[in-house]
């Protein structure tokens, strides 16, 4: 591991707290020095001499550094992407399983405002979906056609579409066992397949019923 003064600025970047601002809310600053800086405080002098701070005042003292591994800081610039294609519905969304839990939660998607694509092993289901036909209670033809119509709903059988969304909702069934405990094969056979096509940047929420923990211990070091 890299000592304190021996991080590397091309593989580290730093951010910065004013004194004034340390227990706001107030942003902190990213900064790229072309070097870094031992010890764990320092000025805004001394950092307007690096070029990094032009206009701050020298007596504005900085509290706190965080160095922070390149991949770190790529993964909180992904995030902070996708948060925001979400706040603006920009964002694609997928649901795998168009079910009694599936159908409802594209259609309130698509009611919002994004842009939806169910997938289904169901060939009957997807094409049902995609002629504007609820066959499920809670959900009338007469609010799903709209949105088929519109665009911002459709429905398929290849997981390629996968490639193409920036969040999915896994909503496929666990039925108990004699056992009682949730048959997860239909929750593994989904990952298997959103697997082939996972890209970066991409955010998968486990909507199943099942046991504590299976996002950890079964979806996660399957994606």
Known sequence: MLGRHELSPERYFFRWRPRKSFFSKEPLIDCFPPRCIPGSLTTAA?????????????????????????????????????????????????????????????????????????????????????????????????????????????????FSAVLELDTINICVPTPLRKTKDPDMSFIVSSCQEIARHFHAGMLVILESTTYPGTTDEVVLPML
């Open 46 to 158: 001394s950092l307007r001499r690096l070029g990094k701070l032009k206009h701050a005042s020298p007596f504005v003292s900085v509290r706190k550094w965080l160095f922070m591994p390149e991949a770190q800081l790529a993964a909180e610039a992904t995030a902070k992407i996708l948060e925001e294609k979400i706040r603006t519905r920009r964002a694609r969304v997928g649901i795998v399983g168009l079910g009694y839990v599936g159908l409802p939660l594209a259609v309130e998607f698509a009611k919002a405002g994004f842009s939806v694509t169910g997938i289904d092993i169901s060939g009957q289901k997807v094409g049902r979906v995609n002629a504007g036909e609820s066959y499920i209670g809670d959900i009338s033809s007469s609010t799903l056609g709209p949105l088929v119509e519109s665009g911002k709903l459709r429905a398929t059988t290849d």
